[in-house]
């Protein structure tokens, strides 16, 4: 069945529901977000003399939480002018019209009673065919269908999508024996491929699969940090980003998702699990005992595991929860021999290898705690999934770990993890030791551009379902690498088409690579027919080498700054006009010269979740890499005469101005980052590299052909300069800019106006370009742009000076 999604219902407005209904959104769908009509008028709507009757009173509840979820940062929503595609109602007056809608989600209180009411009410308005599913956690999927039809029951399944719904990865589909096998499948593409998912098929078991192992992990936790004599500051630095895991680590995101909830879902486990050889595990602390009984709850109720507070003097501190006396103090430094090792090595897998050689009681607790989890994954299969990988994709996609247990357990060694479970006390499930037996020692390998995984029913390895026809750049690397230097690695995608990933700290761009882009085209040109580039890091770059250009600016050496901006200009220039298409596939944070790489490609690529901007005017410069430039080009080629080209003109020129930062790929659309008709954005992170790689071919089959080089860009002048020297000047009158601030405006302003030139004229890329970097190098001459520079080195933070 050729089914298509046009428009959906989500039945419930709280947290969950409301960010759901703005995801589909983001996807371009129609939405019904409805929810109860309230009891009783409120103090404003008795005031205004309002009945219950109402339209404003009785939609007063969805309409509150919807604006709640688009003012909440992050936002859920992708473009603000994306909203206008919700519309709200309430269950009694507007539930009728779920008849037009191909699909339903129930996202209601978590009771099963009221659930099974909401779906009767549903049953009776649906369209026969559409799809009904529910977002639960905790309830059992099928004890929801008491008493509905054969048709409900065939369309109806769990979808359980993890919060904020925009930037979780994971999306459980969970089905029932009465599921339509071909509901599923439809799921399972859908998930992947519209809502941009990792789409996981779950069993009908207890909090499915994610929660089941991710909450079995915090409760290891809570129980290791007391028997290891370890505070909630060490537990958070080492379960963090040193192990590729989100900032708020452990106790942090307890305190962001609730402790209530938390421990509600770990009672659930305990009561619902009684085969679980870990149960025990599912017994609260005394500590946390208290912390409900004390509702310190988290972030809900202004104190948990950390405690925001504001002294006399109006300064902020997060202050921490002692877990032996239970009172606050002052955060502790956390400094373990082991993490001093690790913290320099940027490639995750190499450094996770580190942390579990550590001799002290980091290196002590990293053993200990995955010894209890990797033996804890091996017995939940066959019971919550019958294959590994889909472990670690739920728990990577769910709770933001680079990792999954299986994937680090491969990186230590078969024999090492069984030798840390035996020594724990622990037992692995005997399929392990059949796979051992069998002479097989790794859950993953690649091969031939696959990533395949062991395949316990069979005892052979299998391609990944759904990867078939994937791009998958971690299991080409080995294989395929063409060319590579320390900071770049060139591989072959096949078909011709080649990819450049730079491995940088943060990706950041400097000389090596640089070297890289160049070496890469120069290879693509003579022997390939494309080049892409992106990479597999968390982000695709945050900009140029800043260390680099500080030091080159504090010790005065501006013929070399010179040299090496122009350097990065004509790289630029060179991914512009080469003789082969350039695709640049961006995702999370694509900054300065990140940016200006990708507004150079012959097309961009990007993933949706893209943080792009020109932010070098936080460090005291204005973009130097090409990225000023461009603007100006844009701007001359969308506009006409008048005024409107003086308006758009002020438009990029506070783009830059502001270090306006894109939170969205549809965002950077509108700012002028990405181009309309010829760049383009995918929803699936792990589809982007296969998109980028189609693009690419298909400009080179069509018989690609480089641009000419513009000369004909016309610039305003003194006509655009007299607005910049006016606008700054009343900024910084009002107290709004500093003085440097009204400098680096006002340099680039001449840029953008192609100098102090009379009237508008046509100039050359290369004459905005020497005018860049002239700016460029005569702002890093400057005391407080070095100051600026300093700041950002040495503390990472954005002065204003």
Not at 90 to 99: A, Q, R, Y
Request: aromatic share 8%; net charge negative; with cysteine.
């Amino acid at each position: 069945m050729n089914r298509h999604i046009r428009k959906v219902a989500v039945l419930g407005s709280g947290v969950m529901g409301s960010r759901i209904a703005c995801h589909f959104a983001n996807i371009g769908l129609d939405v019904l977000l409805l929810d109860i009509v309230p009891r009783e008028l409120n103090e404003k709507e008795q005031k205004t003399g309002l009945t219950l009757e109402d339209k404003s009173v009785r939609n007063r509840i969805v309409n509150d939480s919807l604006t709640t979820a688009l003012k909440s940062n992050p936002s859920p929503i992708y473009s603000k002018s994306f909203a206008g595609r919700i519309k709200t109602g309430n269950f009694e007056d507007d539930l009728h019209k779920i008849k037009d809608c191909d699909w339903t989600i129930e996202v209601v209180i978590e009771r099963l009673d009221i659930k099974q009411q909401v779906f009767a009410k549903v049953e009776e308005h649906r369209k026969p065919g559409s799809l009904i599913t529910s977002n639960t956690s905790g309830i059992p999927i099928h004890l929801m269908l008491e008493g509905r039809s054969d048709d409900f029951k065939k369309h109806f399944c769990g979808t359980h999508f993890f919060n904020p719904p925009r930037y979780l990865q994971l999306f459980e589909v969970i089905p029932t024996a009465e599921t339509s096998a071909e509901v599923v499948d439809f799921f399972m593409e859908y998930g992947r491929k519209y809502l941009g998912k990792k789409t996981v098929l779950c069993k009908d078991t207890p909090a499915f699969i994610a929660n089941r192992v991710g909450v079995y992990s915090i409760m290891s936790l809570f129980h290791a940090v007391k028997e290891l004599d370890m505070n909630i500051e060490e537990v958070d630095k080492l379960t963090g980003p040193i192990l590729g895991r989100p900032k708020s680590a452990t106790f942090r995101t307890c305190d962001v998702v609730g402790l209530d909830t938390l421990v509600h879902v770990a009672n659930g486990l305990k009561e619902n699990c009684p085969n679980d050889e870990a149960k025990e595990l599912f017994n609260l602390p005394d500590y946390i005992s208290k912390m409900v009984e004390n509702n310190w709850l988290g972030s809900k109720t202004n104190q948990g595991f950390y405690k925001k507070v504001v002294d006399e003097n109006g300064q902020k501190n997060i202050l921490s929860l002692d877990l032996e006396t239970l009172e606050y103090r002052e955060k502790a430094n956390v400094n373990f021999p082991t993490l001093a090792m690790a913290k320099p090595i940027d490639d995750l897998k190499q450094r996770t290898k580190m942390l579990f050689q550590g001799m002290d009681k980091a290196g002590e607790f990293y053993r200990k705690t995955f010894a209890g989890l990797f033996a804890y994954v091996t017995n939940r299969i066959p019971e919550i999934s019958d294959d590994l990988y889909k472990i670690d994709d739920a728990i990577k996609a769910g709770f933001g770990w680079e990792l999954g247990p299986f994937e680090t357990w491969d990186l230590i060694g078969l024999d090492k993890g069984l030798e840390l479970i035996a020594k724990e006390s622990h037992k692995a499930a005997a399929w392990v030791e059949e796979m051992k037996a069998a002479g097989i020692t790794s859950f993953y390998k690649n091969d031939k551009g696959s990533k395949l995984y062991y395949d316990i029913a069979s005892k052979a390895y299998k391609t990944i379902p759904g990867t078939e026809d994937m791009v998958i750049l971690d299991a080409l690397r080995e294989e395929n690498t063409v060319w590579k230097n320390s900071d770049a690695t060139l591989v072959h995608l096949g078909d011709g088409i080649l990819n450049l990933e730079f491995h940088t700290k943060m990706n950041t761009i400097g000389g090596g690579v640089i070297e890289g882009i160049n070496k890469a085209i120069d290879i693509a040109e003579k022997e390939y027919k494309g080049l892409v580039i992106s990479n597999t890091g968390q982000n695709f770059s945050a900009g140029a080498n800043v260390g680099m250009i500080f030091m080159m600016a504090v010790e005065q050496d501006f013929d070399e700054l010179n040299f090496a901006v122009k350097t990065f200009q004509d790289t630029m220039m060179r991914v512009r006009y080469s003789d082969i298409p350039v695709i640049v596939a961006p995702h999370n944070l694509a900054l300065g010269g990140g940016c200006e790489l990708s507004m150079h490609s012959d097309k961009v690529v990007a993933h949706a979740e893209l943080y792009m901007g020109l932010v070098e005017f936080g460090v005291g410069v204005i973009p130097g890499g090409g990225g000023t430039k461009e603007f100006v080009k844009r701007l001359s080629e969308e506009l006409s005469e008048g005024d409107i080209r003086i308006n758009k003109m002020r438009e990029r020129f506070l783009t830059i101005g502001q270090a306006k930062v894109a939170t969205s790929a549809e965002e950077a659309f509108e700012l002028g980052y990405l181009r309309r008709g010829q760049d383009e954005y995918v929803m699936s992170r792990e589809l982007q590299l296969t998109r980028a790689k189609e693009a690419c071919l298909g400009l080179a089959n069509k018989g690609y052909v480089a641009p000419a080089k513009e000369k004909n860009i016309t610039i305003l002048g003194q006509e655009g300069l007299g607005i910049v020297y006016v606008g700054a000047d009343s900024m910084q009158s009002g107290n709004y800019i500093s003085e440097h601030d009204r400098l680096i405006s006002e340099k680039l302003g001449f840029v953008m106006c192609g100098g102090d030139i009379s009237e508008r004229v046509q100039v050359s890329e290369q004459y905005l370009l020497d005018l860049e970097r002239r700016a460029f190098v005569e702002l890093c001459a400057e005391r407080k742009t070095l100051e600026r520079l300093e700041s950002m080195v040495k503390k990472g933070k954005i002065l204003r000076n």
